[in-house]
């Protein structure tokens, strides 16, 4: 007997009707001699909506109140599929993620998962019971109520997967797997069968909100098996693996998009010693992660340094910096939230010479206009203007033959 983790998204849970499917498709599963463990999304776009009614009331949001706010969502979302599951004869319990043992740091908005203590999942499996268990959402070292940042119920459902030891952790969401590219940009994207950790990493960081990439991380680092498969077709998808290496690698296995940073620039920095490490301090200290960094050759004895963050963390980025360009002397800080990143993922590019080349030519080709580049051994990535951004992933789609025979 097997033990499956089964997470299901947002739209897979977004009405009555598919509430409904989901149940139906968790009962085959036990039929099929198996123990199901399941993590919900809360229904349809009920996050946004709910973030939006914090902004009506509020401008400052607290932290604290606005993680209150959303875990709700899913808390309705295990309540009607333990309903539903009643009504097609399955016995289950909900359970939030307080009472699912996930234990989190206390940073609000995005809390880290510091520990499972799944007794009570485990107990509920014991009594024969599908528990199903609010995604997102964990409890604080502090006894507060958490969320684990947007799409996080990815990661609640790995992270219970490696705490139960489960055979499979299956993501079911509204594609049939992981493609080329986002098929919503690009038409012509194809089903892939499998992608190994290294690759899903990349794409998860660079865009791909298939998965997120605290979840991939997660897996890898827990040896769980991912599934990513669609919740409409319910056949087979992508499996997430450890690289075998005797497979042949794809030079370039994916194109991704993303229009989630922004761009700061530090302008007329003395170029000297130390005054990177006091800006780049200055942001962690506030938890905020940056991406791409570009710092052009100093004249004069100056020098301008940029860098990308995540969009939801300019304002305090913007602050952070407009404190260190005061104590370092530097001249200006600009922001630029009208940009968006294209990256050409694949592990076969580490053993492959043109591959930049082939991007950069095709970005030209197409009047396309590069601003940033950052590259890792099996990655690269150009920042753009925004409004370039699909189209950029279809041309880089086409030229790397990624293009599916006919669609
Ligand atoms: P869920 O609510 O099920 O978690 P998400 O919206 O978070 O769903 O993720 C699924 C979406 O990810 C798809 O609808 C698709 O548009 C997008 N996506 C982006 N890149 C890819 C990719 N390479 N392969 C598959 N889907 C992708
Ligand atoms: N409902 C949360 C979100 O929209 C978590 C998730 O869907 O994974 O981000
Ligand atoms: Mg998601």
Wanted: hydrophobic residues 45%; negative net charge; charged residues 25%.
């Amino acid at each position: 007997m097997a033990l499956i983790v089964q997470k299901f998204g947002g739209t897979s849970v977004g009405n009555a009707e598919r509430i409904r499917d989901v149940a139906e498709h968790v009962g085959r599963t036990r039929e099929a001699g198996n123990d199901v463990v399941v993590v919900v999304s809360a229904m349809g776009k009920f996050t946004d909506d709910l973030i939006r009614m914090a902004d009506e009331v509020s401008p400052t949001r607290p932290p604290r109140e606005l993680d209150m706010l959303l875990t709700a969502g899913e808390r309705i979302s295990m309540a009607l599929v333990c309903m539903a599951l009643s009504a097609r004869g399955v016995e289950s319990a909900s359970f939030t993620g307080s009472q699912a043992g996930i234990i989190t740091d206390t940073d609000h908005t995005r809390a880290k998962i510091l520990e499972i203590r799944p007794d009570r999942i485990r107990e509920a499996i014991d009594a024969g019971l599908v528990p199903v268990v609010a995604g997102f959402q964990g409890v604080s070292t502090e006894k507060d109520i958490t969320t684990l940042g947007r799409g996080g119920s990815d990661v609640t459902a790995v992270a219970l997967a490696a705490a139960l030891k489960a055979d499979v952790c299956e993501i079911y969401t509204d594609v049939k797997g992981v493609y080329s590219a986002d098929p919503r940009v690009v038409p012509k994207a194809r089903q892939l069968a499998v992608v190994s950790f290294d690759e899903m990493m990349e794409m998860a960081a660079t865009g791909s909100r298939v998965l997120m990439l605290r979840s991939v991380e997660f897996a890898r680092r827990h040896g769980v098996p991912l599934h990513v498969r669609s919740s409409f077709t319910w056949e087979p998808g992508t499996w997430i693996v450890e690289e075998d290496p005797t497979m042949e690698q794809a030079v370039v296995l994916a194109i991704t998009d993303d229009a989630s940073e922004a761009k700061i620039t530090v302008g007329g920095v003395p170029d000297r010693p130390g005054v990177a490490a006091q800006l780049f301090r200055e942001l962690a200290d506030r938890g905020i992660n940056v991406d791409m960094i570009v710092q052009n050759t100093g004249t004069n004895g100056l020098t301008d340094i940029s860098f990308t963050v995540a969009m939801t963390d300019l304002d305090v980025a913007r602050e952070a910096c407009d404190e260190v360009k005061v104590e370092i002397g530097a001249a200006m800080v600009t922001t630029d939230d009208n940009i968006g990143r294209v990256s050409v993922v694949g592990a076969g590019m580490k053993s492959s010479p043109g591959v930049t080349a082939l991007m950069f030519e095709t970005l030209f080709e197409n009047g396309i206009n590069i601003e940033m580049i950052s590259t890792s051994s099996i990655r690269i990535s150009c920042v753009l203007r925004a409004d370039r951004v699909a189209d950029a992933v279809r041309h880089l789609h086409t030229a790397f033959g990624l293009d599916a025979a006919s669609s």
